[in-house]
């Protein structure tokens, strides 16, 4: 069974630029979930998905932060513009309906704002 | 709120020896536990889990046993390999699916 796919696996950017990334989950997987993790914490949740609809992006910063499912199987989060304490690795994360209670990690993408 | 505070490191042992990695946890009712762990280079994969008081979640010679009156889900393993060296991260689960981190042990082990 693949696993949950993330890309790119680095990004290094300037502050204010903008920046994608790309996931996509499990086959059959309905709940997409991204997280950010600083150096030294844990994972915090940004932006949770079931199928193309959001449950909880109570922690994205919405005025600088975006994603979206359109079909429901991949998801793109955006950053525009990106400030330095957005370095940070991120990590996308899938579960099936029913079965909440066990993630499944992707590799996550390490981005470095300068 | 629901929080998670595990013990800070980083940790280094040497092969063989016991490890204990301690978690306490804050939540209204009773959320279930987890430990993930992150091998270098890769994401985080579930190590064990427990879902409710007394529960002793196993696996790979890890162990640990969700303690209502502690509040707490501490990690331990007998006799630790190289092979262990990671980041371990404590969690909880309430509703709505939302995970709760804690911030993470790394541990190192050394021949």
């Known amino acids: 069974e693949a696993g949950v796919a993330q890309s790119p696996r680095y990004k290094i950017i300037e502050k204010r630029q903008s920046v994608a990334f790309w996931c996509n989950p499990i086959s059959g997987h309905a709940t997409l979930y991204w997280y950010q993790q600083i150096l030294g914490q844990g994972p915090k949740l940004l932006i949770q998905?079931?199928?193309?609809?959001?449950?909880?992006d109570s922690q994205l910063p919405k005025d600088r932060f975006s994603a979206e499912r359109l079909k429901g199987v991949d998801s793109t989060l955006k950053i525009q513009p990106a400030k330095l304490e957005d370095s940070a690795v991120y990590l996308c994360?899938?579960?099936?309906?029913?079965?909440?209670?066990?993630?499944?990690f992707g590799s996550g993408t390490q981005l470095s704002v300068l | 709120g629901n929080s998670v505070t595990q013990m800070e490191g980083p940790v280094t042992l040497s092969e063989e020896a016991f490890l204990t990695i301690n978690c306490t946890y804050t939540a209204t009712g009773y959320p279930s536990l987890f430990w993930y762990v992150q091998y270098p280079g890769e994401g985080l994969q579930l190590l064990l889990k427990?879902?409710?008081?007394?529960d002793k979640g196993s696996n790979k010679g890890f162990e640990a046993t969700y303690r209502k009156e502690t509040t707490s889900f501490h990690l331990e393993k007998g006799s630790v390999q190289v092979s262990d060296s990671a980041v371990y991260f404590c969690a909880l689960i309430w509703t709505g699916n939302q995970f709760y981190f804690g911030t993470g042990t790394s541990l190192t082990v050394i021949p």
């Open positions: 994360a899938s579960s099936p309906i029913g079965g909440g209670e066990k993630l499944f």
């Open positions: 427990a879902t409710k008081a007394d």
């Open positions: 998905f079931q199928n193309n609809g959001v449950v909880d």
